[in-house]
């Protein structure tokens, strides 16, 4: 199974604050997620990434956010002016071959936002 | 709007008894589905697909088009299988999973 991390595994920050959360496959991939879950909720769908672009994302994931590969190999969400309802785990998942193939999570970043 | 309804929150059974956690989906046609599995501190894990028909852990789930219903099932459950279980078929647009709500099961001795 492919590895996939997350740093930090925990972020407090305050409101209105910019936060980058990143994600690293431990291996080559195109297909890249960022799922969001806040507490007691269930896990909701934020973006999809391929080929170095959106290929689609929820009404959930504004202007406020924001994806990137800066440099190759870690994927990154960016969230510019956090809200105290952006509090939430973020789970950045990879597959091989797209939406309909196995999703591989990393452990998760807890953002919370004071 | 696709959605995934898990009915049951929490689900507690005594080792040894079987286990059925329901799923069910609001859309028609055949989407690929997924259940994923949270063990306790870990992360969510693939537990089986519909596509592959495997059995992993003693699991499976059978796909009911007429019901639009993909139970998971265990004849005789173990304390190892307690954890969060989330029913999670891909969208129509076939790009990302659509969660349910999720099951945790709870299974004492």
């Known amino acids: 199974e492919p590895e996939v991390t997350q740093t930090p595994s925990h972020q407090v920050t305050q409101m209105g604050q910019e936060v980058i959360l990143r994600c690293v496959p431990i291996?080559?991939?195109?297909?890249f997620y960022w799922y969001r879950q806040i507490l007691g909720q269930k896990v909701e769908f934020l973006v999809s990434?391929?080929?170095?672009?959106?290929?689609?994302k929820s009404e959930i994931f504004d202007d406020q956010f924001s994806v990137e590969r800066p440099d190759g190999s870690n994927f990154t969400l960016k969230i510019r002016s956090t809200k105290l309802e952006d509090s939430a785990m973020y789970f950045c998942?990879?597959?091989?071959?797209?939406?309909?193939?196995?999703?591989?999570f990393g452990p998760g970043t807890r953002l919370t936002v004071l | 709007a696709q959605r995934v309804t898990q009915p049951e929150k929490l689900l507690s059974v005594f080792k040894g008894a079987p286990v059925e956690l329901k799923c069910n989906y609001s859309?028609?046609?055949?989407?690929?589905l997924f259940w994923y599995v949270q063990y306790s501190r870990q992360r969510l894990q693939l537990l089986l697909r519909?596509?592959s028909r495997e059995s992993i852990k003693g699991f499976t789930a059978d796909l009911n088009k007429g019901e639009t219903s993909f139970h998971l099932k265990k004849p005789f459950a173990q304390e190892e299988d307690s954890a969060m279980y989330y029913c999670?078929?891909?969208?129509?647009?076939?790009?990302?999973?659509?969660f349910g709500k999720g099951t945790t099961l709870s299974v004492s001795s």
């Open positions: 998942a990879i597959t091989f071959r797209g939406g309909t193939d196995t999703q591989y």
């Open positions: 291996s080559n991939h195109l297909y």
């Open positions: 990434f391929y080929n170095n672009e959106i290929s689609e």
């Open positions: 859309y028609s046609g055949s989407p690929e």
């Open positions: 519909h596509i």
């Open positions: 999670a078929p891909v969208n129509q647009a076939g790009t990302a999973l659509i």
